[in-house]
């Protein structure tokens, strides 16, 4: 396997960590996953190298965006600046009740 085979897996298993870690694993959101899977399949076959280092840097830095913009959202939530807590809270809530062997229960909007 080459520098670039082995880069290439680097990047593509930051990328898919980095979708299932902010984006989320759920079925509906698959189409994430499939289509990191379909670009990285269908650029296998590249000879040209400055292309593979120019597709790898395009992956390298959407993971990065990922990354940066999921840690962002946290530090905003931790400043309290600006932005509503209640679903930041609701999901503390539930996580503390979870760890206990708890539900919290579903609150009634008319």
Do not use: W
């Not at 298993?13 to 759920?26: D, F, P, S, Y």
């Not at 509906?28 to 990285?40: L, N, S, V």
């Not at 650029?43 to 840690?71: F, W």
């Amino acid at each position: 396997m080459g520098s670039e085979a082995l880069q290439a897996t680097k990047v593509y298993r930051q990328l898919l960590k980095a979708v299932k870690n902010h984006i989320g694993k759920e079925d509906h959101k698959r189409h994430f996953r499939d289509h990191i899977t379909q670009e990285f399949q269908k650029n296998r076959g590249l000879l040209d190298l400055s292309s593979i280092q120019q597709k790898l840097k395009v992956a390298h830095d959407y993971t990065y965006l990922l990354n940066s913009v999921h840690h962002h959202k946290e530090l905003l939530l931790s400043y309290n600046i600006a932005v509503d807590r209640s679903d930041e809270m609701k999901r503390i809530l539930g996580k503390s009740a979870s760890s206990v062997g708890l539900q919290l229960p579903e609150v009634y909007q008319p």
